[in-house]
């Protein structure tokens, strides 16, 4: 039988958002400052997904917005025959506050057009969509309270929508509250009880999903008796860690799955550091004989490989090696497999008809910029990545430079950096930003023209190498970088998404200068047993 081997979307896909319309599956997913906005993915069999574009595209702007701020949690439903998409956008996060804003779309169709957004109110985040079989549609989020001796979050509000007005009632009851964190709420209706999926413990290694239930939808609602229908927070050596925030979905042969996030950490002097970000898992469930939900296979761990029943020849569990080439031939940049930060690059920033067959990107603003920097980026997907670009570029100062790029935000990242200097002449450096730190490599002097220039991702660890264009030896810089630093889980700082590789310049004077990019060469090795 087919097998799903977990997690379902590999690399930085958190907060999964699931729907079943007739034989097909949807999947949306969380994309912080990230440009376009919810990524958007699709499945008839569970198994097999892709990804099929993005909800918030065009004239889509998230300039200003701090590092992991931007779009939250979307909530995909389908009502009425049209699809809805909640979302919230974190426009502040400081000490205590937080500036949300919260909105509705609708389509007729998963890919579009999606409708002028309605402004669902600023009480919390995490807003989710719950179609009440009696007709009537409830929104359900987390109520965040900013006053310093109460608890941030304040409990889980439901609250009525009223689509004939395109409003929120405005009158938000509290549903639910524990002592500990619970958000990413989900509402159902199933057997005469209204059941609420919870996240809970916070979203890094402690988190998990639990279950209360009701039989009036605005409560009082009982605590499943079971801890967690899912975590992973007492087995740290599992391979899929901080397990929580989901979504229920039944397949037509009435099969219950879970869909979920977890992470798969890397080790670093025996710490865990989730550098591919949170990213999306699928279970089977079953409600047990108590009306309670529990994993199919019994426990409460999260399972790489899942079993899906019913006829159908089986498919290799685990994948293989795997990558792609762009070759930069098309008229526009393909979104499924690349983002940029915040907006979208105008055409003249990133040209794809100055040079046929080459990227062109003006250089834009430096690395602390929430507001135009020129960079494109890939998710990394395995711990073991490497990234080729061949890269033609003519530096004529330190303000002027370009090369691949180890991404995480903008206090975390590893640049090889093409550029120029009066005592170095054209040159690679590695430069790093670590919190409000920079450091940067001695310089290695490079020949005029084009160059393939490589970042090669082992585990915690970055390389770096160079080469001459065609079929010229991999020349290695000196040292290892550490890319256990571009996580979650290195520094302080409340940090939500993962590791990007990709391409950027900079033009810090504003003159226009730019790089070209012939060729990007990506390839994925999956973990080794």
Known sequence: ???????????FNPDPSILRVGDDYYIATSTFEFHPAVRLHHSRDLVNWTTIGHALDDGFDLRGIPDSGGVWAPSLTHANGKFWLAYSIVRTMDGDDKDIDNYLITADVITGPWSEPVHLGSRGFDFSF?????GTHWIVGVQWDQRPEHPSFSGLVVEQYLPGERRASGDAVRMYREEGLVEGPNLYRLGGWYYLLIAAGGTGWNHGITLARSRSLLGPYERDPQAAVLTTRDAPGHPLQKAGHGELVQAPDGQWWLVHLASRPTLHLGERYSTLGRETCLQRVVFDDEGWLRLADGGHHASVEVAVPGEGEG???APGPRGWTDDFDAGALDTRRWSTLRAALPAEVADLHARLGWLRLRGGHSAASV???SMILTRVEEHRTSFEVLLDAAPRSPREAAGPIAWYDRS?????QLTHDDDNGRHLRVVRREGGVTTRSSPVAVPPGPLRLRL???GPDLGVAWADPGEGEWMPLPGVYPAWTLSDDHGPRLRFTGLFFGVRAD???GRGWTADVDRVDVRFEPDRD
């Not at 719950?130 to 009696?134: A, I, T, W």
């Open 371 to 373: 507001f135009d920097q």
């Open 130 to 134: 719950f179609h009440d079989p009696d």
């Open 1 to 11: 039988m087919p097998v799903i081997h977990n997690p379902i979307l590999r690399g």
């Open 456 to 458: 090669e991702l082992d």
């Open 507 to 509: 033009d810090l004077d």
């Open 315 to 317: 498919t290799d569990a």
């Open 412 to 416: 975390g990242w590893i640049w090889l």
